[in-house]
């Protein structure tokens, strides 16, 4: 018999992640969502489809995730999907916990993302209405990536010409030779 240790069989599934606070509270609210484990923080990363995901944010807003920490996007790979993410802070009842105690009690945290297929045109409801610090990350996004934002106040380009084409972050974006400004002066 030998010491070495066994290699596990490709077939050898990884074990489901333990479902946290928010994926439970979740669950008992009847939200459809995939549990992917945490980030190497240990923060809860919950994937949520794109007709859930306006429904999802609300109700962890009323949970008491007040705060959009950081929305943004990143693309797999061509012919794979593009995601976006969204990192949410309970920063309300750290605020209102801190003035009562001299403890403070550990910062509640989660990350969504929600994954998009790159053909046609990919969109998501706009979280404006909820986080208004989502304004200039969605329109980020768009302007990277090329998800649109549906129900943002102003979806147009952020940091690129508005007569730029295509999205130059993705990685199937081929760069153009040259960009002629037009009407400079």
């Not at 605020?95 to 009562?100: F, G, L, Q």
């Not at 706009?126 to 329109?139: C, N, P, T, V």
Request: hydrophobic letters at 35%.
């Amino acid at each position: 018999m030998s010491d070495a240790p066994k290699e596990s069989s490709p077939e050898a599934k990884s074990p489901e992640p333990n479902p946290g606070p928010v994926s439970l509270f979740l669950n008992e609210n009847g939200f459809s969502h995939d549990l992917l484990g945490v980030d190497h923080l240990g923060i809860e990363v919950i994937g949520v489809k794109p007709e859930f995901f306006y429904s999802i944010a609300s109700a962890l807003k009323d949970f008491g995730f007040d705060y959009l920490q950081c929305h943004g996007g990143y693309d797999e790979g061509p012919g794979q999907n593009l995601v976006c993410f969204y990192n949410l802070i309970a920063l309300g009842e750290l605020a209102i916990s801190s003035k009562a105690e001299n403890v403070k009690p550990p910062l509640r945290e989660v990350r969504l993302k929600v994954f998009l297929s790159r053909e046609g045109e990919p969109t998501l409801p706009s979280l404006y209405k909820i986080f208004h610090g989502a304004d200039w990350q969605e329109r980020e996004t768009f302007d990277m990536f090329g998800i649109h934002f549906e129900g943002h106040p102003h979806p147009k380009r952020l940091l690129m010409p508005e007569d730029w084409k295509g999205w130059p972050l993705r990685k199937d974006y081929v760069q153009p030779d040259f960009y002629e400004m037009q009407d400079a002066y």
